[in-house]
């Protein structure tokens, strides 16, 4: 049902828009991610808006994930129209946060992925050893 209404909805939208898939496929351009998960003694003491896009509590680790996007941002100056970014979300089944982070280049997603996942060990109750660097491996 819903994924044949959803079929039908972008084949009206691309009809009305005299667009075929490749120019509906050059709309979003992937950037280089990282994923991450961070273990965490209460996933409730991370909150987020909405569209878990921000982390909204505690203020702290918003602060400090902005902080990071920012420096990222500037080391990544002229690589990208898009800017660096990461989400912080609890996750539903687990004590754990879901670290997610995209960049220009694979090195700039691990080392943001990197940061955000210290930043919620450190200030959102991580328990174990702090998370170690992430590296792109070679493959």
């Known amino acids: 049902g819903d994924a044949m209404s959803d079929m039908l ?7 009305l828009r005299d667009w075929d898939l490749v120019d509906w496929s050059g709309l979003y351009d992937d950037m280089p991610s990282r994923q991450a998960k961070v273990r965490v003694r209460d996933r409730g003491a991370i909150a987020t808006n909405d569209t878990e896009t921000e982390a909204t509590s505690p203020a702290a680790l918003r602060d400090a994930l902005r902080a990071a996007m920012d420096a990222a941002a500037s080391s990544e100056a002229g690589q990208a129209a898009a800017r660096p970014r990461c989400f912080v979300r609890p996750s539903g089944t687990e004590d754990a946060v879901r670290v997610y982070a995209e960049a220009a280049t694979q090195r700039g997603a691990d080392a943001l992925a990197s940061e955000a996942a210290a930043l ?11 998370p170690v660097p992430m590296v792109a491996s070679g493959l």
């Open 120 to 130: 919620v060990h450190s200030l959102a109750g991580g328990v174990g050893p702090a």
């Open 9 to 15: 909805l972008v084949d009206a939208i691309l009809y």
